[in-house]
């Protein structure tokens, strides 16, 4: 029996560790800061560190940059999220299912403009949070801007599910829909509505993408901020794709011979 013992607990240590080694793993790295601008850094139990690309991102940290500040993060699932600048985005829990997907990815907004572009984790597996919103997602991509008021989303690819804090709860399913949740409830904005112009301000990514990495981008964003004509077509483009929306001068009239 001793002999047995003693043969066989190299085996049932490595059973009873095995657990604690894959909880070790899915506590490791979870995510890399690609590309940083200048004045940015992490916030964790351990103090504050100055970000630099290739810099670890770990669950509990938050991610906070100042007025010039960008910081461009790539998880260990190929989630990838845009931290603007005057921002603030706090890592909750990220919980690796198997290699390169997540079972849990759960992020906490407390202000500022971000974008963000699901992974391989499966869609119940995201979560965001912010002051005064939640957002569910389903394998899309989008912008998202935060303040203590309000929480606004502007869709490009998937759908979105907003929900305030109160409660009250809209989808976003259409390319440019636009969600504002607040303390009253969350409201949808299509295309056609004529509020969602001026909100649509407030996504600096959906006009101005070139301090992205290619991978960040999304392409036609900036349509999503342009008014539609009745026809469903952005006024800077026009039924005819002139821009301005004015269509092109008829062609000359040749005289026409005896």
């Given at each position: 029996m001793t002999t047995l013992l003693r043969h066989s607990w190299p085996a049932l240590l490595a059973i009873l560790l095995a657990p604690l080694a894959f909880s070790a793993h899915a506590m490791a790295t979870q995510g890399t800061a690609v590309d940083v601008d200048p004045d940015a850094h992490a916030r964790g139990t351990t103090g504050q560190r100055t970000l630099v690309v290739?810099?670890?991102?770990?669950?509990?940290?938050t991610v906070i940059t100042g007025p010039q500040g960008v910081v461009q993060l790539l998880f260990d699932d190929q989630t990838r999220i845009v931290v603007g600048p005057g921002s603030a985005l706090t890592?909750?829990?990220y919980l690796l299912a198997g290699p390169g997907s997540a079972s849990k990815f759960a992020v906490d907004a407390l202000g500022g403009t971000f974008r963000f572009l699901s992974g391989n984790s499966p869609k119940p597996a995201y979560?965001?949070?912010?002051?005064?919103?939640?957002?569910?997602?389903?394998?899309?991509?989008?912008?998202?801007?935060?303040?203590?008021?309000?929480t606004r989303v502007m869709l490009y690819e998937g759908a979105v599910e907003l929900c305030s804090r109160s409660g009250g709860c809209t989808e976003l399913v259409n390319r440019c829909d636009i969600g504002v949740a607040a303390s009253a409830g969350a409201v949808r904005f299509g295309p056609r509505d004529a509020e969602r112009v001026p909100i649509s301000l407030r996504f600096r990514y959906a006009r101005f993408q070139q301090p992205l990495?290619?991978?960040?981008?999304?392409?036609?964003?900036?349509?999503?901020?342009?008014?539609?004509?009745?026809?469903?077509?952005?006024?800077?483009?026009?039924?005819?794709?002139?821009p301005?929306?004015?269509p092109p001068p008829p062609p000359p009239v040749r005289p026409q011979g005896p």
């Open positions: 290739g810099a670890d991102i770990t669950v509990g940290e890592i909750e829990s979560s965001i949070t912010s002051p005064t919103a939640t957002i569910a997602i389903r394998g899309t991509k989008f912008d998202f801007d935060v303040d203590r008021s309000e990495l290619p991978e960040f981008r999304v392409g036609g964003t900036v349509r999503c901020t342009e008014p539609v004509t009745e026809a469903g077509v952005p006024e800077a483009v026009g039924t005819d794709g002139v301005g929306g004015r």
